[in-house]
Each structure stands twice: as C-alpha cells, then as structure tokens.
C-alpha cells in the first residue's frame, strides 16, 4: 500500500501536458519522456537535470546538468554532459543559449564539463536563466541535440550561494 501510495504520489508531482508550465520543479515532457528537473529541491539543490529517456519512456537515458559552483570569478554555472573524449581535449566552443553564441571552455575526458569563457557571457546565461522558464542550448553534444534546462528554483538558489554579491 506504502508503494502505491508512493508511485500514486511521484506520479501526479509530474506535470503531463506537452505545453512547458511556470513554477514547476519536476516537468515530464510525455510526448517523448524527457525529464526537466529545476533547480532547489533533491539532494543536489544547485543543479538542474536534463535526462532523455531512451525510447519515449520514463527510464534513464542520457543526462545533461546545469551546476551553480564557485570559481575565482565568483559563483558561476557549469554544464555537464555525458559525452566522453578518448583523449583528454581542452578547447574553446561556441554554444548558442537561447539564440545568443556565447564562448565556452570545454574540458572533455570521461565526461564533458562547459564553463562560459568570459564574465559577459556568464552573466548572460545567468539573466536567462532568472528571467525564463526553460534555457534552450543548441548542439551541445554530438548528436547535435538541443538541451532544454528547466530554470525553476533558480534564482532563490543563486542567491542562497551568494550570486550577486558586492
């Protein structure tokens, strides 16, 4: 009874339209089972997950993450993939966010990590993430897929790890 009261429960927390909703924490795309995951909640409150499920169903796919850590610039936001090298590579791209191009380190070893290379275009991708409900970032790996991050809870998480501070 705990069970199905459990999966009755994480069932319904998912939002099941096709149409991407405000203020949503957990957003299931059914159409295609993709998971959305905003920021604040879990036991990794500075990250949000991407995963594409693989064959349109609610399993574990390929997982993409947005992660507010701390650099010497201050508090930033990293990308990570899932796409591994069979060398270590170290390379400037260009991604573009939301239809801005904006430059990215890329480290790649046995998982991709993006840093935004300059503190304009962190600061970019910081503002869409505050000020919309979903970033898009096109060709982000090899598949050439287009990652959509779910931008919920971000804000209060920025500010809660010291984002903005003089």
Not at 124 to 142: T, Y
């Amino acid at each position: 009874m705990k069970i199905f009261l459990l999966c009755f429960l994480l069932i319904f927390s998912f939002e099941t339209s096709a149409e991407y909703s405000k203020n949503r924490y957990n957003y299931v795309d059914f159409s295609n089972g993709n998971l959305y995951q905003g920021f604040g909640e879990g036991d990794t409150p500075e990250v949000a997950r991407s995963v594409f499920s693989k064959n349109k169903k609610l399993e574990m796919g390929d997982e993409f993450m947005v992660k507010l850590t701390t650099t010497n610039r201050g508090l930033d936001i990293f990308i990570f993939t899932p796409e591994s090298c069979d060398s270590y590579i170290f390379e400037v791209v260009t991604l573009n966010v939301s239809d801005q191009n904006i430059e990215f380190f890329k480290e790649c070893d046995e998982y991709s990590s993006y840093l935004a290379k300059t503190e304009k275009g962190r600061d970019f991708f910081v503002e869409m993430f505050k000020k919309s409900d979903f970033i898009r970032i096109e060709n982000l790996d090899r598949e050439s897929r287009t990652v959509l991050f779910n931008a919920f809870g971000f804000s209060k998480m920025w500010i809660k790890l010291g984002g903005d501070s003089l």
